[in-house]
């Protein structure tokens, strides 16, 4: 399998390590050898937190889960790159075969101003909770829904709806803007509704309450430089955020 | 109703004729006014489907709900990891099915283990299941005519599996996430994100509340509540290696089992047939490559003559496409459990293939000539993005390389037709209870349960329990509640303080070795017995010479790790036991001791018609049975030929 390929490697890590939300953080050195160029970026990871159990050091903590580019939970900035070197991925679903022997990886939470740090590499993302709690959904409670064909929906609009609907809410968009927007997460979100006609009926509240929320919650502004489709291990296009914006406008003008 | 706890194991299904179960049991069932729901506190654990959906309909319903998850966010349970679909009884592409037909095929799909009440009431909301998902955004692949697409799953000759491309599991999860995150912004629900439960409260024998870390500060508080609804998820993790996500464990289910609640089945796990083959000792986890692809892909090896050649310049004469050669009619498409045992058979005859020989191919070459790679990717183009990130091999042009992993355990906490476990006031949904699946599960049926207990049961049964059941009022300044903090910090307390030499993942590792070789895909006496004796003795190792580093109030993954892995240490050994006892083979289990002359699974219906319920006590443990009654499916042998 893999190890057909296999080659030794050593890597020279900087990692931010940092105790707890407010404290002062740093980069430390670690120096990890005798890796695998079939290993992913996590299991490299996973190496260097047992060797240092085994040492009587403090692991390097960071979010992980399913380890298939899904769920969304793994939030690394890699060599200045959110999820790293490699495009429409998650850091999980790096390989250590990206890298060359004797490299220097540069390790780094997602920084915003909206995802504080709750340790190392582990970030808070309740905001983007927050920003769905406010209005992502089609306002139906459990029951009495209409056989499934009796809304028929035209297969072009019901992709581009899938298409929005496949971002994953890792904040990837957020950490690789420069002004820390959240415009592709909101964008995405009010786009998956928008081209459903279960969505249209709540469309301008939505938009005015999850845009708004976003700006509470202190991301800021887009200023188009799409450095968020560039890192969206999904490849969500940047069009949403047109729509969300031509959206709004016309929400906010009909709100008068 | 009385509180007395279920050790009888009473199904509590009403009697009579099957098609009428459910509707006569909704009538009969007790109900609790709109104006009394709100003066009831639901504790709900786990927002995967089952939970998600659970907590957001109580919600909905009026009850105060408190809602946990251990991820940071209540859309990251592993139900997102879930590809291929969901089934239900549409007969959309008017190819004869029904809900019975549905029905029959979960049951026979599970090798006859399963309740046929809880399963006819599953094949019966799973329409409902469809319209919900759909009324609330969900984006099912659809037809250019507009309505909804179908694919065909393992174990049936129908096509009932509604998908969105390779991301289904992600799409229901993130519907009923909205669902759950408006019922937040509403106020009748609160979430509690990266929490993680460590105890079951019990008060005199019902179930009040929970206690919990918090994973952020390392916090232990408790909660109190009318009803505590689990829904965690299953074991496959136990494995080390499997398909589950890192943070799938088992503690929750386990303290309650420790707390007086049956485990039922343990022994029942579904080893998945299509997974991304182990590449080396630092593996972490393996990679689903969805059931899906079996509606085109081909399953083969290399004849004698072709063996360690380019599987590009092996001509079709020199493959053996072994599925189809040996079960005609289902060809591809036989249930996991078979499927992955004639992976195994053709390892075992040392015709693997790859560099390691512990895999075999999974090839779409007719496919693309058939369909064109434009079409082929557009089923599967997320698939075949994955597989070629992680093994570095494009799909399109030469075969995956697949092995069967640990995907999904059918057994579970036991419970009733009210998904009520043996303790009053405990209520179990999806993969953490055993009721649905028998001894194998089906494809595309994990979605259909979790959202079918989370939508459309529970919120019906756990009106009646509320209905029915005279509560005293309780907080958390109840003994019970003290002493179970109490007992959570004493036990992470002696985690920290063994300081031994090795880390947790060593000690998971080695279990995961022990399991996987001896209460893996094929399990006999000789492997059974080696297992209760090893893993008693990794698990006292583990209690004096696993190192827990750093300190307990902060993020912490190795204390996080410890607890769980010491509970999976216990849960190995009754998984053993539990395969030991059934004397039998059926669906994922299976012994070599009990198999026909063509390797495939023998039941023995005359002994082992039962569901094998294992309750914890101060001597271990022991097994009660609770017989399953076949009113309306005949009892055959299993065949897909």
């Given at each position: 399998?893999g190890?057909?390929?296999?080659t030794?490697?050593?890597i020279?890590?900087?990692?931010?390590?940092?105790?707890g939300?407010?404290?002062?953080?740093?980069?430390i050195?670690?120096?990890?050898?005798?890796?695998?160029?079939?290993?992913?970026?996590?299991?490299?990871?996973?190496?260097?937190?047992?060797?240092?159990?085994?040492?009587?050091?403090?692991?390097i903590?960071?979010?992980?889960?399913?380890?298939e580019?899904?769920?969304?939970?793994?939030?690394m900035v890699?060599n200045?790159?959110?999820?790293?070197p490699d495009k429409e991925i998650?850091t999980?679903?790096?390989?250590?075969?990206?890298?060359k022997?004797g490299?220097?990886?540069?390790v780094?939470?997602?920084?915003?101003?909206?995802f504080?740090?709750?340790?190392?590499l582990v970030?808070?993302r309740?905001?983007f909770d927050?920003?769905?709690e406010?209005?992502?959904?089609v306002?139906?409670n459990?029951?009495?829904?209409?056989?499934?064909n009796?809304?028929?929906?035209n297969?072009?609009d019901?992709?581009?709806?899938?298409?929005?609907?496949?971002?994953?809410?890792?904040?990837a968009c957020?950490?690789s803007c420069?002004?820390?927007?959240?415009s592709l997460?909101?964008s995405?979100?009010?786009?998956?509704?928008?081209?459903l006609p279960?969505g249209?009926?709540?469309?301008?509240?939505?938009?005015?309450a999850?845009?708004?929320?976003?700006?509470?919650?202190?991301?800021?502004?887009?200023?188009?430089?799409e450095?968020c489709?560039a890192?969206?291990p999904?490849?969500i296009s940047?069009?949403?955020?047109?729509?969300?914006?031509?959206?709004?406008?016309k929400?906010?003008?009909?709100?008068? | 109703?009385?509180i007395k706890p279920?050790?009888?194991l009473?199904?509590?299904?009403?009697s009579?004729?099957?098609?009428?179960k459910?509707?006569?049991h909704?009538?009969?069932?007790?109900?609790?006014?709109?104006a009394?729901?709100?003066?009831f506190?639901?504790?709900v654990v786990?927002t995967g489907?089952?939970g998600?959906?659970?907590?957001?309909t109580?919600?909905?319903?009026g009850?105060?709900?408190?809602?946990?998850?251990?991820?940071?966010?209540?859309?990251?349970?592993?139900s997102?990891?879930?590809?291929g679909g969901?089934?239900?009884a549409k007969?959309y592409?008017?190819?004869?099915?029904?809900?019975y037909?549905?029905?029959y095929?979960?049951i026979k799909?599970?090798d006859?283990?399963?309740r046929?009440?809880?399963?006819?009431?599953l094949?019966?909301?799973s329409?409902?299941?469809?319209?919900?998902?759909?009324a609330?955004?969900?984006?099912?692949a659809r037809e250019?005519?507009g309505l909804?697409?179908?694919?065909?799953?393992?174990?049936?000759?129908?096509?009932?599996?509604?998908?969105?491309?390779?991301?289904?599991?992600?799409?229901?999860?993130?519907?009923?996430?909205?669902?759950?995150?408006?019922?937040?912004?509403?106020?009748?629900?609160?979430?509690?994100?990266?929490?993680?439960?460590?105890?079951?409260?019990?008060?005199?024998?019902v179930?009040?509340?929970?206690?919990?870390?918090?994973?952020?500060?390392?916090?232990?508080?408790?909660?109190a509540?009318?009803?505590v609804?689990?829904?965690?998820g299953?074991y496959?993790?136990?494995?080390?290696?499997?398909t589950?996500?890192?943070g799938?464990?088992?503690?929750?289910?386990?303290r309650?089992?420790?707390?007086?609640?049956?485990?039922?089945?343990p022994?029942?796990?579904?080893?998945h047939p299509?997974?991304i083959?182990?590449?080396?000792?630092y593996q972490?986890?393996?990679?689903?490559?969805?059931?899906?692809?079996r509606?085109?892909?081909r399953v083969?090896?290399p004849k004698?003559?072709?063996?360690?050649?380019?599987?590009v310049?092996i001509?079709?004469?020199?493959?053996?496409?072994y599925?189809?050669?040996?079960y005609?009619?289902?060809?591809?498409?036989v249930p996991?459990?078979?499927a992955s045992?004639?992976?195994?058979?053709?390892?075992?005859?040392?015709n693997?293939?790859?560099a390691t020989?512990?895999?075999?191919?999974?090839?779409f070459?007719?496919a693309?000539?058939?369909?064109?790679?434009d079409?082929?990717?557009?089923?599967?183009?997320?698939?075949?993005?994955m597989y070629?990130?992680?093994?570095?091999?494009?799909?399109y042009?030469?075969?995956?390389k697949?092995?069967?992993?640990?995907?999904?355990?059918?057994?579970g906490?036991w419970v009733?037709?009210?998904l009520?476990?043996?303790?009053?006031?405990?209520?179990?949904?999806?993969?953490?209870?055993f009721?649905?699946?028998?001894?194998?599960?089906l494809?595309?049926?994990?979605l259909m349960?979790?959202?079918?207990d989370?939508y459309?049961?529970?919120?019906?049964?756990l009106?009646?329990y509320l209905?029915?059941?005279?509560l005293?009022?309780?907080?958390?300044n109840h003994?019970?509640?003290?002493?179970?903090?109490?007992a959570v910090k004493a036990?992470?307390?002696k985690?920290?303080?063994i300081k031994?030499e090795?880390?947790?993942?060593d000690?998971?590792r080695?279990?995961?070795k022990?399991?996987w070789?001896?209460?893996?895909?094929?399990?006999?006496?000789?492997?059974?017995?080696?297992?209760?004796?090893?893993?008693?003795?990794?698990k006292?190792e583990?209690?004096?010479n696993?190192?827990v580093?750093d300190?307990?109030?902060?993020?912490?993954?190795?204390?996080?790790k410890a607890?769980?892995?010491?509970?999976?240490?216990?849960?190995?050994?009754?998984?053993a036991r539990d395969a030991?006892?059934r004397?039998e083979?059926?669906?994922g289990?299976?012994?070599?001791?009990?198999?026909?002359?063509?390797?495939?699974?023998k039941r023995?219906?005359?002994?082992f018609?039962h569901?094998g319920?294992w309750e914890?006590n101060?001597?271990?443990?022991?097994?009660h049975?609770?017989?399953?009654e076949f009113e309306n499916?005949?009892?055959?042998?299993r065949?897909?030929?």
């Amino acid at each position: 399998m893999g190890n057909d390929n296999s080659t030794e490697m050593t890597i020279h890590l900087k990692i931010w390590k940092q105790d707890g939300p407010g404290k002062k953080g740093e980069f430390i050195s670690h120096e990890a050898k005798g890796l695998s160029s079939e290993m992913s970026f996590l299991e490299m990871l996973d190496v260097v937190n047992e060797d240092l159990v085994r040492l009587n050091q403090r692991p390097i903590e960071f979010d992980h889960d399913c380890r298939e580019g899904i769920c969304g939970t793994c939030s690394m900035v890699i060599n200045g790159e959110a999820h790293g070197p490699d495009k429409e991925i998650t850091t999980c679903q790096l390989h250590m075969r990206k890298f060359k022997d004797g490299d220097t990886i540069t390790v780094e939470p997602f920084r915003a101003k909206a995802f504080p740090i709750i340790r190392d590499l582990v970030v808070d993302r309740s905001s983007f909770d927050r920003v769905i709690e406010s209005g992502g959904y089609v306002s139906v409670n459990t029951g009495g829904a209409q056989d499934a064909n009796s809304l028929p929906i035209n297969k072009p609009d019901s992709d581009l709806a899938f298409e929005a609907a496949t971002c994953i809410g890792c904040g990837a968009c957020v950490a690789s803007c420069k002004n820390a927007s959240a415009s592709l997460f909101v964008s995405a979100k009010l786009a998956h509704l928008s081209f459903l006609p279960q969505g249209k009926i709540e469309q301008d509240a939505r938009t005015l309450a999850m845009v708004r929320q976003m700006d509470t919650e202190g991301f800021g502004a887009c200023t188009n430089t799409e450095a968020c489709e560039a890192a969206c291990p999904k490849g969500i296009s940047v069009e949403n955020i047109s729509r969300m914006n031509r959206q709004f406008l016309k929400a906010s003008i009909k709100e008068r | 109703m009385s509180i007395k706890p279920n050790t009888e194991l009473k199904s509590n299904a009403p009697s009579g004729d099957l098609q009428t179960k459910w509707q006569r049991h909704r009538f009969e069932m007790k109900r609790v006014n709109p104006a009394n729901k709100r003066k009831f506190n639901v504790i709900v654990v786990g927002t995967g489907l089952a939970g998600g959906a659970a907590a957001a309909t109580l919600g909905e319903l009026g009850y105060n709900v408190k809602s946990f998850c251990v991820q940071d966010s209540a859309r990251r349970a592993h139900s997102i990891a879930a590809q291929g679909g969901i089934n239900a009884a549409k007969n959309y592409p008017n190819d004869g099915d029904s809900v019975y037909n549905l029905f029959y095929d979960t049951i026979k799909g599970g090798d006859y283990r399963s309740r046929e009440s809880n399963v006819h009431r599953l094949a019966e909301v799973s329409n409902n299941i469809i319209d919900q998902c759909v009324a609330q955004g969900v984006p099912f692949a659809r037809e250019y005519g507009g309505l909804l697409d179908n694919r065909s799953f393992g174990g049936a000759q129908v096509s009932r599996t509604f998908y969105a491309r390779g991301q289904t599991g992600q799409q229901l999860l993130l519907g009923a996430y909205s669902a759950l995150m408006r019922q937040v912004n509403k106020g009748t629900v609160k979430m509690y994100t990266r929490y993680e439960m460590l105890d079951l409260v019990t008060v005199d024998g019902v179930a009040r509340g929970i206690t919990t870390r918090n994973l952020v500060n390392g916090e232990v508080e408790s909660f109190a509540a009318d009803a505590v609804v689990l829904a965690t998820g299953g074991y496959g993790n136990l494995f080390f290696l499997s398909t589950n996500a890192m943070g799938s464990n088992a503690t929750a289910a386990w303290r309650c089992h420790k707390k007086g609640a049956f485990f039922a089945n343990p022994c029942y796990t579904q080893i998945h047939p299509t997974c991304i083959p182990v590449s080396g000792d630092y593996q972490s986890k393996l990679t689903l490559m969805s059931e899906s692809l079996r509606n085109d892909g081909r399953v083969w090896v290399p004849k004698e003559s072709s063996k360690g050649k380019n599987p590009v310049d092996i001509p079709e004469s020199e493959r053996d496409y072994y599925l189809e050669r040996i079960y005609p009619s289902f060809g591809n498409l036989v249930p996991r459990d078979v499927a992955s045992r004639q992976a195994k058979f053709r390892v075992d005859e040392n015709n693997g293939v790859g560099a390691t020989g512990v895999a075999v191919y999974l090839d779409f070459k007719e496919a693309i000539g058939r369909l064109g790679k434009d079409a082929v990717s557009a089923k599967y183009g997320n698939l075949f993005q994955m597989y070629e990130k992680i093994s570095g091999e494009n799909p399109y042009e030469t075969p995956m390389k697949i092995f069967p992993a640990v995907h999904y355990t059918m057994g579970g906490l036991w419970v009733d037709y009210n998904l009520q476990s043996t303790i009053p006031g405990l209520h179990v949904l999806g993969e953490a209870n055993f009721s649905d699946h028998g001894a194998n599960r089906l494809g595309a049926s994990a979605l259909m349960q979790g959202l079918a207990d989370g939508y459309f049961v529970i919120p019906y049964t756990l009106g009646h329990y509320l209905g029915s059941t005279a509560l005293a009022p309780v907080d958390e300044n109840h003994d019970a509640f003290k002493a179970s903090v109490m007992a959570v910090k004493a036990q992470e307390e002696k985690l920290f303080n063994i300081k031994g030499e090795k880390t947790v993942d060593d000690f998971h590792r080695q279990l995961g070795k022990i399991m996987w070789e001896n209460v893996g895909m094929s399990r006999s006496k000789e492997t059974l017995t080696k297992a209760i004796e090893e893993i008693p003795k990794l698990k006292e190792e583990f209690w004096q010479n696993v190192r827990v580093p750093d300190d307990r109030n902060v993020k912490n993954a190795e204390i996080e790790k410890a607890g769980r892995v010491a509970d999976f240490l216990e849960l190995g050994e009754l998984m053993a036991r539990d395969a030991l006892e059934r004397e039998e083979s059926c669906g994922g289990h299976f012994r070599e001791e009990h198999q026909t002359p063509e390797n495939e699974a023998k039941r023995d219906d005359e002994n082992f018609c039962h569901v094998g319920a294992w309750e914890h006590n101060s001597a271990g443990w022991t097994r009660h049975q609770e017989e399953l009654e076949f009113e309306n499916v005949k009892l055959v042998t299993r065949s897909y030929k």
